[in-house]
């Protein structure tokens, strides 16, 4: 597709309930990373997928937190038993190459409730 | 690991008057770096990169920035800024050893008054 693309734009959801985030990397990207952005608030690191290797998940908050993705392809964040904390706007990005330019999506934003 | 400090949150310029805003990083390898706007309601866009090269980087809007390696700092200008610039401003870096995804500042909100 022409940009990275994230879906739901928008989702509010129960405390307790879980979450599925998704997110149309650029074609050809092989890296895809995972940011969360609270309220007036930086970017925060949770998850970076780089082709074939094992995805760094050094910035998922808990366990609560996983993502996949299949290849070079869609990735998917999931949340389980939403907090309100997790409330924010989940941002993915994509790039070429592991160190170049990411693009950014428009970004999921959740709200629990 | 790396780290980057935006040192001011929020700065306050009148239209037309010039500005800089800081960016310091960490890191004890070579890096990319970045910077981002983020328009209300909107994604992050990129303004400019410096990868190798001239220190001196030119990118949209009539920005620049300057990578110094000495002082590890990264700081974007623009001799002359408008009202449609108000926006959050985000500097990243990348490579090195460690994480490879970006690491971003905590943004720097650019206030431009009439």
């Known amino acids: 597709g022409a940009g990275v693309s994230q879906s739901p734009s928008n989702k509010v959801t129960e405390k307790g309930k879980d979450v599925e985030l998704r997110c149309d990397p650029i074609?050809?990207?092989?890296?895809l990373y995972w940011y969360r952005q609270r309220l007036g608030q930086g970017l925060e690191f949770l998850i970076y997928?780089?082709?074939?290797?094992?995805?760094?998940k050094s910035g998922l908050p808990s366990d609560r937190f996983s993502a996949e993705r299949t290849g070079e392809s869609v990735s998917t964040l999931t949340i389980q038993r939403t907090q309100q904390e997790d409330s924010a706007v989940y941002l993915c990005?994509?790039?070429?190459?592991?160190?170049?330019?990411?693009?950014f999506g428009q970004g999921t934003r959740l709200t629990v409730v | 690991a790396q780290s980057v400090t935006q040192l001011d949150s929020q700065v306050p310029v009148f239209e037309e008057a010039p500005v800089e805003l800081r960016c310091n990083y960490s890191?004890?390898?070579?890096?990319?770096l970045f910077w981002y706007v983020q328009y209300p309601n909107q994604g992050l866009q990129l303004l400019l990169k410096?990868?190798?090269?001239?220190?001196l980087v030119k990118g949209i809007n009539g920005f620049e920035a300057e990578f110094n390696k000495s002082q590890t700092s990264f700081h974007l200008r623009k001799p002359s800024v408008h009202i449609s610039d108000t926006a959050e401003y985000f500097c990243?870096?990348?490579?090195?050893?460690?994480?490879?995804?970006?690491?971003f500042g905590s943004g720097t909100r650019l206030q431009v008054q009439p």
């Open positions: 990005a994509s790039s070429l190459q592991g160190y170049t330019e990411a693009f």
């Open positions: 074609s050809g990207h092989t890296a």
């Open positions: 997928f780089q082709g074939n290797s094992a995805p760094d």
């Open positions: 890191s004890s390898v070579s890096v990319y």
């Open positions: 410096y990868l190798s090269g001239s220190t």
């Open positions: 990243a870096v990348s490579g090195g050893t460690g994480r490879r995804a970006l690491t």
